[in-house]
Structures are given as C-alpha cells and as structure tokens.
C-alpha cells in the first residue's frame, strides 16, 4: 500500500495584494509566502511534530465539505434577518449594514445553538483532539464565530492566543475552521513565520512585567502592561519588518480544518472578495482535559465578555 502523503503540494501562485489598517502587506518573498498545507488524513505523529516546529498545521480536507457548506447556509439563514445578507445559501452580501443590534443578537443565539455546538464537536474532530492531545480533549466553552463583510475595515490584528487563556494550561491548541471557501482575498488568517517561538518570549517578558500584579490583573490580557486589547500590533507590514519574517497566507476552502499554538503570532486582513462573498469561520480551542483550565472561558462567548 502507499504510504500517505505527508506534506500537500505548497502554492506556486503569485503573492496576493493584501491590506490590513490601512497598510498593504510586502509581496517580496523575505515578507511574504505561502502556508504549506497537510494532508487531513496525515499521521497524528506527523501533525503533532508540525505543530511543533511550525507552530501551525493547515489540515486539508479535514472534515467533510458539503457538510460545512451546508451549516454555513445554515448560520447565515439565521443572521438573514439581520439585512446584511443576499443570499444565505452563498452567503453573499446584500451591500447593507443592516442592524447591527439585531444580528449581534442573532450571532449570540447561533453560538449557543445545539447544532454549533453539534458542528464543534464532530466527531472527526474530537476524536482527532484525543489522538493529538493524548488523552481526553477538552472543548474551551468559549467559542467564537466571527464573519466579515467585504469591503469592510474590519481585521484581526496581530496576536497570539495564550494572551487571553493566561488562568490555565499553555498546552492548548486552536482550531480555526473557515465555513465555507476563503480565499487569499476574503482575508483568512496570516501567520508571522516562526512566530511562535517569538510569542514564548514575549509571554516570558509579560510574566516578568506582571509579577507584581495582583493575580486576577496578572492574567488579564487587558492589564497595564499590556499594548492595546491585548494585541501584539495593528500594522502588519511593520511586524515583518520588525521581526525580519513573512506574513504566510493560504487559499482556505470548505472542510479545512488550521491548528495553531498559543504562542504563534497571526492576524486576519480585508476581505476583499470581488463576488461579495462574506467571510465566516469559528475558532475553538482544546486542550487535554487533566491540564489546568482557564475558568474565564468556561461561559459562552458574549460581546462584552473581555476576554
Ligand atoms: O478569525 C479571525 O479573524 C481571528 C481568529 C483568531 O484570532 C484565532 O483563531 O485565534
């Protein structure tokens, strides 16, 4: 028999025009490249090594992608009273901001949904979490949806998740599963390459800084010492500068499944879709469920939860 491939073949596409706050990203190839993707169905050992040296995993084809087309329909049928959607099935923009109370209300009640927690916890998914983590996985109750209108400001700054997770284990891993195709140019997440042993010491020099906090300020990634909302940066062509590291950025399509470490620096940029599709995704982090928990993360995401 075969053996399974164990690394995907890495894009050979041009580099993309990116922006994000106002910058557009370096398209040099010391400031920017390709994700390299891996197999859904690699070898367990193999995805943890990955993780390990790369700090991310892009599993493709990981879950199954008419499955995840179809609850993409799904959650945007339950935003579509909120106006900003044309199509629920495509999830297309109608070009309206629509009301934005009522779809912030609408997004709070679909995070709650038995079928996103039923989408959370497919059983790909989970058992996968217990072969990586080696024992029994814990689902962080915290799970964020997020979606993005094209031709909107709106990003994720440049950050790494332990930031917000301080109160627990810094074994955890992040799941950011795209609902739907998302490319280059509907601004899925960038990774800072390599950037993931830089958080470790940035994480170091924040816990010297906060030693002297009391210990609730000390795991809060809103607390003095902090930069603005916990961020490592807005500008991210200044980062790749700063750090001398390309910004690595992928075609996502229906079904990927991304693992990164808590320690690895990554971002989102503009969505930029010329056919008005709306960026949609989750991200939801595991860890093994005898290491400690972060309690904050232990009630469902809110909008005003500051974490
Ligand atoms: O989807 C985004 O824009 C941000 C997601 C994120 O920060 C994460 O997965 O940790």
């Known amino acids: 028999m075969p053996k399974p491939a164990l690394t995907a073949a890495a894009s050979a596409a041009p580099l993309p025009q990116l922006q994000a706050a106002g910058k557009r990203l370096a398209t040099t190839p010391n400031r920017m ?22 700090g991310y995993v892009w599993l493709k084809g990981f879950l199954p992608p008419a499955e995840v087309r179809g609850f993409r329909a799904q959650v945007f049928g339950h935003l579509n009273a909120a106006g900003f959607v044309a199509d629920p099935l ?3 923009a109608s070009g309206s901001a629509g009301d934005k109370e009522l779809a912030n209300r609408r997004l709070m009640e679909f995070v709650r949904s038995a079928r996103y927690e039923a989408f959370c916890m497919h059983p790909r998914l989970w058992q996968f979490m217990d072969e990586l983590l080696e024992g029994l996985s814990y689902l962080h109750k915290r799970k964020i949806m997020r ?26 891993v992040t799941a950011w599963i795209p609902i739907g195709d998302v490319p280059v140019e509907m601004g899925g997440l960038v990774y800072l390459e390599g950037s993931h042993a830089l958080g470790v010491k ?20 809103y607390n003095k010492n902090m930069t603005d909302g916990g961020y490592v940066s807005k500008d991210l062509p200044d980062m790749a500068d700063k750090f001398d590291a390309r910004w690595l950025v992928a075609d996502y399509e229906a079904g990927d499944v991304m693992l990164h470490s808590p320690y690895m620096i990554h971002a989102s940029t503009m969505n930029e879709d010329r056919e008005n599709r709306i960026r949609l995704s989750t991200d939801i982090r595991y860890q ?18 500051m974490l």
Do not use: C, K
């Not at 972060?294 to 995401?301: E, G, S, T």
């Open 90 to 92: 495509a999830g297309t």
């Open 33 to 54: 490249g390709w994700l390299q993707p891996t197999p859904g169905d690699a070898p367990v050992t193999t995805i943890r090594q990955r993780l390990r040296e790369h």
């Open 202 to 221: 940035m994480e170091a020099e924040f816990r010297a800084l906060n030693a002297t906090l009391s210990p609730e300020e000390r795991i809060n990634a």
């Open 288 to 305: 093994n469920v005898t290491d400690e928990i972060d309690a904050r993360w232990a009630n469902h995401w809110t909008l005003d939860d």
């Open 147 to 172: 979606y993005t209108l094209p031709a909107t400001p709106q990003v994720t700054p440049a950050h790494y998740d332990l930031v917000y997770l301080r109160g627990g284990t810094d074994r955890i």
